[in-house]
């Protein structure tokens, strides 16, 4: 059943005050604005040069002992949108959102919204059984940059709504995250009140769950204290600022990378986004093409000094961002289209697409990188419908609150491996508010098994559970997943959709490659225990003493220890490394001498 819901008289008030103030910025001819400043806005200079901002929510850091503040992949409560033109990409969002979750759309005239979601344009009259409406007052469509974010102030449970100062002059927008908290019951905590003011942007915010963000240069520059045209800037140290969001957020890393050329908005959720906690989906344009080498640059910058929450490189996915149909890319004037802009809601992933030419094979990439999630693809460059022209897409007209009481699973997925021997040992977090009663590991070697099921009994940490994978043929290829059920009752999975989707693993066997080829003559002589798991020895023979570097990487190349850094004596020289303190996975000790040659061996980490 809908339900139109309507704020109070106090909220009605501060609305009605917020909307008078828009009024006189622009027109309703002018309604559909941009995800940047548009014309008008870039000369507005209200009450002598700063924009005057009501105070609201909670001006404090939200309380609690181990804040965390959720990633976009986990369960969501509510889907929100604001109802601003491009009515029939809402409605198609709407409509397959609302099979995973309630949808909360912010509108201005709820009876004119409903009609059309009732309507036979575009696509039929649609279920309102998961809508909610609020009467309420917006300025534009792109929520996702002045929506507040979903924080947790006891790891899992105490559920808080964290909203900062809006980067643009819609004072409308920048009100509805109290709209929101007011229609959820939710506390909202901001970044309103110096000396506690962080102006920041949805767009340009990723979250991994476990406390590191990723943003562009952008939240340097917005509160470094200039003045915009339209506002002052916060005026904060870089130090300050990675202190206010750690504060906020119960983020302990805060990656910030250089700005692209020639996407003029600077948000991070145009060219990548974080797929769980290990895996980075990163935009690809062909050789020096546009925002590509800046993009890799950056990527590089990211793999080079930052890991994921288990200290193991970020895998990356990339996927292709098509020029504009019959123009070109963004160097040439072309939209900036790209196929990271999208939004999880729950086992579904809206995506933003353009034309057939690159959209089967960006579906295809996601469908893999996620497999079992409902991919729904939603034309973000029709004739009548072309956001994208503006700067945004999907991920840009949406934003999410997540559960009040998360199940966390978090598991870093096993990688291929050449080990025929040793069973394969699964790790994973799991917890909830509640407690966890029973966690099970699920595997087959087909992705539709059947599924054997093993119990997983308590780790050494607290929260963490372990179960093994017999060990399997060489060619086999194996599937799994995570069950885990908490004493509340809730039960929950990860991947989510499972068993429809699963991670998987081949396992190789013993190669000789292209690599053990070109060191057939190196000064290697073994690797022992291949794979290990503890104290492993690196052993190899030097014809006399020979001055070189030692370093131990992992399968990206990146250097993870230096094991010796001087000269090695001729003859038998053995250097060692625990293995315990490594990720599962694939490493290579490389032999570096002054003279420049190298020689590599390969060297396998299963615990």
Known sequence: MIRFVFPSAKSTMLLACLAVLASTAWSQEE????????????????????????????????????????????????????????NCILKQIAEAASQECRVVIFSEDPNETTSYLTSGTCGGSMSLDSIEVVDASTNSIWIRDYGANTVYTEWNDGRVLVDWIYNRPRPADDAIPDALAEHMGIDLYTTLEAPLDLMNTGGNWMSDGFGTAFASDLVLEENNGDFAGWTTYPDHTEEEIDGLVEDYHGVHTYVKMTNLPFDGIHHIDMHMKLLDESTLLVAEYPAGVADGPQIEANLQYVLSNFTTRWGTPFNVVRIPSPPEQGGGYPNQNGDYLTYSNAVFVNNSILLPTYYQQYDTTAIRIWEEAMPGYNVVGIDCDNNGSNIIALSGAIHCITHSVGVEDPLMISHLPLSDTEDTVNPFTVVADISHRSGIVGATLSWSTSENGPWNEVAMED????????????????????????SAEAASGKEGNRPMPAPQGSWSFRVTGPTTGLEEQANANSP??????????????????????TPCRVELR??????????????????TQRLFVDAATLANGPYLVVLTTDNGQTWSHRWMVHH
């Open 554 to 571: 992992n399968a990206m190349g990146q250097r993870i220890q230096t094991l010796h850094d001087g000269t090695l004596q001729g003859g």
């Open 459 to 482: 780790g050494a940490v607290v929260d963490t559970y372990v179960a093994t994978i017999p060990n399997q043929n060489a060619g086999t290829k194996v599937h799994y997943f995570i």
């Open 31 to 86: 309604r559909i604005l941009p995800k940047g400043l548009a014309p008008w806005e870039l000369d507005m200079r209200p009450m002598g040069g700063a924009l005057e901002r009501s105070s609201r929510g909670i001006p404090t850091p939200p309380p609690g002992s181990d804040l965390r503040t959720a990633a976009e992949w986990e369960e969501i409560e509510v889907l929100t949108i604001t109802w601003e033109g491009f």
């Open 524 to 545: 290697w002589s073994a690797v022992y225990p291949n794979p290990g798991k503890a104290i492993s020895c690196f052993e190899l023979n030097l014809p006399g003493p």
